[in-house]
Nanobody
Framework: QVQLVESGGGLVQAGGSLRLSCAAS????????MGWYRQAPGKQRELVAR???????YYADSVKGRFTISRDNAKNTVYLQMNTQKPEDTAVYYC???????????????WGSGTQVTVSS
């Protein structure tokens, strides 16, 4: 009912930048928080950044000052600008959104399929 499609991943050298995008589509009444998670090989998935519908933002300590999350509510899209990237940023990045599909429906979390980000040293 709700699809999240990520784009913008790829290979970048250390110190470089990438911008991820995630567009939500389908049966959407309201989107609360949207965010980005990442999972490196052999590690648990971790929250990278999150933004609420009112613009409140949260960042993991490891990315503060380097990554910026933003969203376009009219387009149901969330972005992650990643600057000054480090090899330890290498991971699969997943988009997440908390969505209501109707006024009376409960909020549910949806996930994208992930996009690979590789930072070479």
């Amino acid at each position: 009912q709700v699809q999240l499609v990520e784009s913008g991943g790829g290979l970048v050298q250390a110190g470089g930048s990438l911008r991820l995008s995630c567009a939500a589509s389908g049966r959407i009444f309201n989107i609360d928080a949207m965010g980005w998670y990442r999972q490196a090989p052999g590690k648990q998935r971790e929250l990278v950044a999150r933004i609420t519908s009112t613009g409140e933002m949260y960042y993991a300590d490891s990315v503060k000052g380097r990554f910026t999350i933003s969203r376009d509510n009219a387009k149901n899209t969330v972005y992650l600008q990643m600057n000054t990237q480090k090899p330890e940023d290498t991971a699969v990045y997943y988009c997440n959104a908390v969505v209501q599909i109707s006024r009376w429906a409960p909020r549910s979390a949806y996930w994208g399929s992930g996009t690979q980000v590789t930072v070479s040293s």
